[in-house]
């Protein structure tokens, strides 16, 4: 089985506390936006670039990194091995202001929970889950500031 290696970045998006998946009708996949990081290009930069492309959202600005991980999968007779690199963003717009998502996806707007029960895929799962967390630890920080 031949192996293939390469590394990703992509986003967690908030707004008011949504976060924006995208929905795969036609594999039944609730997913975060991603994409193959470039020659070039920096993870983040990477992430933006995906994020605006895949979701129709221009108005985008990263808040945190939340890390990299890497996984491995078996796909069309290749052994994948990925370094994904997320990071937390914020929509700077109103949802409505997004354009057109890619064909294939559908742009879904969900809770915290939501979120983390639609997610396909587990590793998808935890970076909701560390997401949340810096999300909270951010609006605390805040809410202290403001004490």
């Known amino acids: 089985m031949r192996i293939h290696r390469y590394a990703s ?8 506390n949504k976060v924006l998946v995208l929905f795969i009708s036609k594999r039944g996949e609730y997913r975060l936006p991603k994409g193959r990081i470039e020659f070039g290009e920096t993870p983040e930069g990477t992430a933006l670039r995906e994020v605006r492309e895949e979701t129709g959202c221009q108005k985008l600005s990263v808040i945190a990194p939340l890390g ?19 990071f937390l963003m914020k929509l700077d717009a109103r949802k409505k202001d997004c354009g057109r998502p890619e064909k294939m996806f559908k742009r879904v707007w969900l809770s915290w929970e939501g979120a983390l029960a639609e997610m396909t895929y587990a590793i998808e799962r935890e970076w909701v889950r560390r997401a949340q967390d810096e999300w909270l630890a951010l609006n605390a920080e805040k809410a202290g500031e403001n004490s």
């Open 9 to 16: 970045a992509g986003g967690v998006v908030v707004r008011k």
């Open 68 to 86: 990299e991980q890497g996984v491995e999968f078996d796909l069309r007779g290749e052994h994948i091995i990925r370094t994904e690199h997320y």
